[in-house]
């Protein structure tokens, strides 16, 4: 029960931090909405597991875990990892963006040097 109740605190307090963090960077217009809608649901669910212990009990025997904590960890890293994937495509695609508009600018350059 020990490892239950600290598990709950972690999730209470790693939430509270993740808000705080979303808070500042939207208080100072650093996030995109879909960015911050990404992170409170984040904390919605690690709120959910927190103040309803049950659920992750449930979820864990459904799923075969062999502890409730083991299931919580797996899920953070398997939306995280998700969330991680998504920004790469969005980097990349912005990638290809600004060398579109360096190779634009360049000959946007030479056609205006050689006149």
């Known amino acids: 029960m020990a490892v239950n109740a600290l598990l ?17 960077k939207v208080k100072k217009s650093q996030f995109e909405a ?10 919605a669910m690690m709120l959910a597991f927190a103040v309803f212990p049950g659920l992750a009990y449930a979820l864990s025997g459904l799923f075969g ?5 083991n ?3 797996l899920c953070v890293i ?3 990892l998700m969330y991680v994937f998504s920004l790469n495509a969005k980097v990349t695609h912005l990638r290809g963006q600004v060398n ?3 190779q ?7 056609n ?4």
């Open 100 to 102: 579109r508009l360096i």
């Open 65 to 69: 875990f062999a502890s409730p904590s």
């Open 34 to 43: 879909m960015d911050a809608f990404f992170w409170l649901i984040f904390i």
């Open 78 to 80: 398997a939306i995280l």
């Open 71 to 73: 299931f919580v960890f």
């Open 104 to 110: 634009e600018v360049a000959l946007r350059e030479k």
């Open 8 to 24: 709950r605190v972690f999730l209470l307090i790693s939430a509270a931090a993740v808000l705080f963090f979303v808070i500042r």
């Open 112 to 115: 205006e040097g050689g006149k």
